[in-house]
């Protein structure tokens, strides 16, 4: 599966977007998925996670309420849809995916084997 994030753009504080994630192959036969982001500087830290058997969820302290990760079977993506965006949420955004993983939080704790070549989110003040 070759993956392809778009989306992503420049954003005041408090604005919100929208990233998807398009697969070539079919993503949601993977059993789980997950976005991804690297900013400047930082290690590449992960920001939300789906389990596609059971469609639960997995976000770290520091997105959670703001983020929400989902999908859409019939356009075979997943997206990442990101409200009140502060400005330390500026980075490059990845989705990601493997065979290996099939919980949302083990997903999230562990390092997939397919990235797509990311999309750049820039939260100004």
């Known amino acids: 599966v070759q993956l392809v994030e778009s989306g992503g753009g420049l954003v005041q504080t408090g604005g919100y977007l929208r990233l998807s994630c398009a697969a070539s192959g079919f993503i949601l036969n993977r059993p789980a998925v997950g976005w991804f982001r690297q900013a400047p500087g930082k290690e590449r830290e992960a920001v939300a996670c789906l389990s596609t058997n059971n469609d639960i969820t997995y976000y770290p302290d520091f997105v959670k309420g703001r983020f929400t990760i989902a999908s859409d079977k019939a356009k075979n993506a997943v997206y990442l849809q990101m409200n009140n965006l502060r400005p330390e949420d500026t980075a490059v955004y990845y989705c990601?995916?493997?065979?290996?993983?099939?919980?949302?939080?083990?997903?999230?704790?562990?390092?997939?084997?397919?990235w797509g070549q990311g999309t750049q989110l820039t939260v100004s003040y």
């Open positions: 990601a995916t493997d065979l290996g993983q099939s919980s949302s939080y083990a997903r999230c704790h562990s390092r997939p084997d397919t």
